[in-house]
């Protein structure tokens, strides 16, 4: 019977540790052959410092003592190779209840403990990799801004000293040099947003009715502007970060009345099904659409499609949308077609 | 002025106006006589050399022989506008010097550069007035020197 039983080395002991029994897997896991082994000690399977440390006869005296002893630790196979060894040593009784052996059971989890140690390191560079990454949060914030405001405050300085001095041409010069330090200073805030988005925040019940109400009073003198029509009815009560679905359903809008047709005042239907254990939403408008060669695109850092001087505009509200999203354990698409309107997909978990 | 032979536009081919504006001053500080043409978007470029969109029948402005041309833009970028030039008929892009100019830092761009045939050249921006001077005397023959 013990001839087949995989993975585990199974040996039998006299009183004194010595062996008197030995399976094939035994053979497999510590290299020697049966005739080798039979009648020595186990301290042979013991490297010289455990040996010195007096482990193997511990072991022995604990199951002797309790009945049985576990221990997990290096172990040397016939040749001198280490490997990891789960050890459990039981006490065999005689007729008086006296102890007249041992039985020994060994695993081999030399591979186990290695992918264990794997992990542990895999864990540990995440964890470096995410310090870094706040402390670039921190760079940004700070280092950046820093010199970023130095200029900004000098340009003041020079348009309000100098401003009987300058010609045109120094004028533009500002200009140019005032637009530029502006653009940076929201493409570092938009950024530091992004890092921070879900951060330190707790989900909640969040209501997308009520949520698209009151989106539609903040927004109102824009949706008025451009002539707007929202529809939305039976929206679901989702469960996650108010703040940042707030940002989600806002930046969709806000694209939507941007990026409308000239002329068409845009259509922008919210709607909603459940099924697979997900909200899919779906913002669909009457828009200028997107090239479908972009459709992945639009959702980069900083990706845009069209020059600040037609849209105005930093890339970065559906980059943020696309980490909202996610951080529910969603995904957004859009499907479009050009001139006629876009289609903006995403998932909630239920 | 020095002049170059079928040297006769400097295509700038940038979303950002404010680098535009500072490369055709620095084009225009070298003594090199040549016309500059700003272009906000690679699709614009490629209309302009096509006589399409709004240069249509604009056969007769300055062929372009050198494009400055940035990678990052908006919509189509520099990337794309190479893949659409690879395309164009001979005629449109003959004797034209294609330089990739960019302030990215990432070396794998300047690699790909590397590799593509249409492109001649590589440099970060700004461009300066000795590295245009140099372009100019390697790839086109100087016909007056005044």
Known sequence: MLEVIDDYAILFLDRHGNVENWNKEAEKIKGYTAEEIIGHNINVFYSEESRRNKLPELLIEEARLRGRAQHEGWRVRKGGELFWAFVTISAIYGDQREVVGYSKFIRDLTAKRQMEKTTEEYARELEIKNKELEQFVYIASHDLQEPLLTVKNFVELFKDEYKDVFDDNARLYLQFIDRSTERMRNLIKGLLDYARLGGHQVKTLVDCNLLMDSLQNDLFSSITAAEATITYKDLPI???????????????????????????PPQIDISVAAHDNFWHFEFKDNGIGIEPCYKEKVFVMFQRLHNVADYEGYGIGLSHCKKIVELHGGKISVESVLNEGSSFNFTLRV | MKRYKDLDCVLLVDDDISTNFIHRRIVENTKINVDVKEISSAKEALDYLTYSGKYENMEHAPKAGIIFLDINMPGMNGWDFIAEYKKLDQKHKARIVVVMLTTSLNPDDEQHAANVEEIATYLHKPLNMEAFAQIADKYFEVIDEE
Do not use: D, H
């Open chain 1, 238 to 264: 989702v469960y996650g970060f108010e703040t940042a679905l707030r940002q989600l359903f806002q930046n969709l809008l806000s694209n939507s009345l941007k990026f409308k047709m000239p002329g068409v």
